[in-house]
């Protein structure tokens, strides 16, 4: 076909629609052609009325798109903190010198596009690189050489997780994701739509006591009665699974080992704020789970557990699944809903909140994979049974993933209260080497030095430390790691994800890094500079993402003061 | 009594004073007559709060609050100035002067002596390097001088213009203005209405015969190059 048609063709799925299809759009026409030039930009521009230069602006702001020509294969190797531990560095190196080009170049020839990426959520499975072939799915991959990058691809990998008492793990014994069959029909959202009202649904909810597990730890039940209770017709239901926060990678197994639980959780949602559209927003980087949802939504819309008249009632859901395309500031609920919106993934300014003006200014109830994922076990069994889980501040079961230096890297499913030590001595099969800290909840994280790790996992005794489960993600390093090279990797982490919009964020993740490399030969006054700082990103940014952006430097400037003065 | 009626009282700086109800905190500010610094606001262009050179601290808040689009809460208790505002605000403008060439930015500047800012507070800094970009007879554009404030790509869509020749380019500190895939403003859909060389806060978009002058360039070509003085007659008309 000649390039004319092939891309009509490609485009005229899209006829008829708006802005919102951008991405989806963008997206296509990466993948069939390794990059979106001038041209497509003028025909994308045509169909869905939206500015060239917008279109260019949004092509620019997520890493996964390209406005330049790249290889056949694009080749990202993953090189934050856990998979720099695991040799990324050395990996990427040789993948260049045997391809005779630098990072971020593509070989003469054209075949290959090699560079570093932003953490892949592979960490049990460090060094993971993410590779795009023209006119292929993409595909993670686990364990990464240079050799293997350049032979055979093997996108096989499965983490472990869940034993026989575990609420939302599932003992999984082969790699393949639960089918409807194995999961059961959806017991909980016939219940639902069969005998119990919208605000019968909330209720329980909310005497459940859930609280959000994306990182902010709000209550559940009480986002779903603001939502329900916003005036408008039209609201929404977008379940964030932009999960991109380095060292965290559960709601990734959640999603490749039960898919449907997610899908239940996000009808219930739906039916309790009384919509009939969900979105999915998940990071390109995943495409595994990408896909099993993608199946696992037609299986259950076959079976009448999804679509229109769910059950025979009366309630319809249509779920939508959006792809990501790189850009860690969109698991921002607001920049999510720009994305969706095909826009640039700014954050909004808050207020308004989504609950009353979320995504295409609608209300919106806004919620992470796992609290999705607790839904329907609380609407079974009753929120009685979920809160006999857990501590008081901390009700239901909880997971973490966890990487670095012990024996048994993985998601696990823990009850809040039981100690860190616990977890790392007795669950995760023990530590590698002697302890030296533990980067608690992501790179906007604290670090917990070997005396503190009696600190119950729960939330609020996690807060009373003055650290957070944040993203669930635990970093452990032992004595062997140099954690100036860990705080170096942090701060290019959040200078390549800063949206660039507000000045403190945008200007202090780059002046952070800036003093982070030079950790080795440290001026006088560095660490009273990432001081200001960081209180600056933490008290005057517009987004979550700024105030956390400096949290774990503070951290480590509190726990390891030496590791900022100049070495005598 | 109609909801614009409708004012409530809070402290600011120590006084109590009352405003409508939907007030900004910067409003309210103007009324007692206090002095709030702002980059990225102007009374033409949407606000969006990006700049946080107006921050505030309310009620000893987690998070301070940008004076220009944060409503006015009622008995809340302000402080405009105060020592996290003032770490806030210097450091904002600290490390601003190490990204920006702010030597047209004269309020900036004042600023910088106001907050006792200094200027080599991060030394060994990214200076944001661009080469001036003349493709037009009409502005020359200086991204060096650009502080990423958007009122040029706000008045060129949707707060004035509709035109939609500008955009933000890459992300985080490597955003630059510019148009789609970098063509001239010639061939970019440019009315050269001029709006963004209005709503400009520093030096980065400069009028042709400003910078031609500044240029030491001759009348002739100045004439040449910027249409001035020309005699307008069909050929003009042609183009160069």
Known sequence: ?568 | MSEDDITLTLTLDGDQIEVAKGATLLDAAHLAGVDIPVICYHEATSPNGLCRICVVDVDGGRVLQPACVAECQADSKVETRNERVERSRRTILEMLNASVNLDEAPEIQAMMTDYDADDARFPDANLREHTVIDDNPFYVRDYEQCVLCWRCVQVCAEDAQFTFALTLKNRGHDTSVATAFDISMTESPCVFCGQCVGVCPTGALKPKLEWGLEQGWSAAELRQNTRRGRKRSPEDDDGE
């Not at chain 1, 190196?93 to 005779?100: F, I, N, P, T, V």
């Not at chain 1, 926060?245 to 899908?263: A, I, Y």
């Not at chain 1, 992501?442 to 996992?457: H, M, N, R, S």
């Open chain 1, 1 to 568: 076909m000649t390039f004319h048609s092939r891309i009509d063709t490609l485009l005229s799925i899209y006829e008829g629609r708006g802005r919102e299809a951008l991405l989806p759009i963008l997206w296509e026409v990466q993948g069939a052609y390794g990059h979106i030039s001038p041209e497509h930009v003028r025909q994308i521009s045509h169909l869905l009325r939206v500015p060239e230069a917008d279109i260019f602006g949004v092509i620019g702001f997520y890493t996964l798109f390209h406005g330049e020509p790249t290889g056949r294969r694009i080749i990202r190797v993953c090189t934050d903190p856990i998979c720099a531990l695991a040799g990324a560095d050395d990996v990427l190196h040789r993948l260049c010198e045997a391809l005779g080009v630098h990072e971020g170049e593509t070989t003469a020839d054209g075949d290959y596009t090699v560079e570093h990426s932003p953490c892949l959520g592979l960490c049990d499975y460090a060094p993971a690189a993410l590779v795009s072939a023209r006119g292929e799915a993409d595909v993670a991959l686990p364990h990464v050489s240079a050799d293997s990058l350049l032979s055979d691809w093997d996108g096989q990998y499965f983490t472990p997780a869940g034993n026989d008492r575990s609420v939302l793990l599932k003992p999984m014994l082969r790699a393949a994701p639960e089918t409807l069959a194995q999961y059961g029909n959806y017991a909980a959202l016939r219940r639902a739509v069969t005998e119990m009202s919208p605000d019968d649904v909330i209720t329980q909810v909310e005497a459940s006591g859930l609280i959000g597990r994306g990182g902010a730890a709000f209550p559940t039940g009480l986002k779903w009665k603001f939502t329900r209770g916003a005036a408008g017709e039209i609201k929404y239901v977008v379940c964030n699974a932009d999960e991109s926060e380095p060292g965290t990678f559960k709601d990734r197994v959640l999603m490749e080992h039960r898919p449907h639980l997610l899908l239940e959780g996000i009808a219930l949602a739906a039916y309790a704020i009384g919509t009939d559209k969900a979105y999915i927003f998940i990071r390109g980087e995943y495409p595994k789970a990408t896909a099993i949802l993608a199946d696992a939504i037609r299986e259950a819309e076959t079976a009448c557990a999804l679509g229109e008249r769910v059950f025979d009632s009366d309630f319809s859901l249509d779920i939508e699944l959006r792809r990501g395309a790189g850009a860690y500031i969109c698991g921002e609920e607001t920049a999510l809903f720009e994305a969706i919106e095909g826009k640039r993934g700014f954050p909004r300014m808050k207020p308004p909140y989504p609950t009353t003006f979320g995504l295409f200014g609608k209300p919106t109830a806004v919620n992470n994979v796992e609290t999705l994922c607790a839904v329907p076990g609380i609407i079974a069994k009753g929120a009685d049974y979920f809160k006999a889980i857990g501590s008081n501040g901390s009700a239901g079961p909880k997971l973490v993933s966890v990487s670095g230096h012990v024996r048994r890297p993985g998601v696990y499913e823990i009850e809040p209260g039981i100690t860190l030590r616990h977890f790392l001595e007795a669950i995760c099969g023990g530590l590698i080497g002697d302890l030296q800290t533990v980067l608690m909840g992501g790179a906007a994280g604290t670090f917990i030095k070997p005396e503190d790790i009696d600190v119950k996992l729960t939330f609020e005794d996690l807060r009373e430390a003055g650290s957070t489960f944040g993203s669930g993600a635990i970093m452990v390093f032992n004595h062997s790691v140099d954690l100036r090279d860990v705080l170096k990797r942090l701060g290019r982490f959040f200078q390549h994800e800063s949206c660039g919009k507000c000045f403190p964020c945008q200007l202090g993740t780059q002046r952070q890094v800036e003093i982070l490399e030079r950790l080795d030969a440290p001026r006088a006054g560095d660490s009273e500079r990432l001081l200001d700082i960081g209180l600056t990103m933490t008290e005057a940014s517009i987004c979550g993402l700024g105030h956390t952006a400096g949290i774990a430097v503070m951290s480590a400037i509190e726990q390891f003061p030496e590791l900022f003065e100049k070495e005598l």
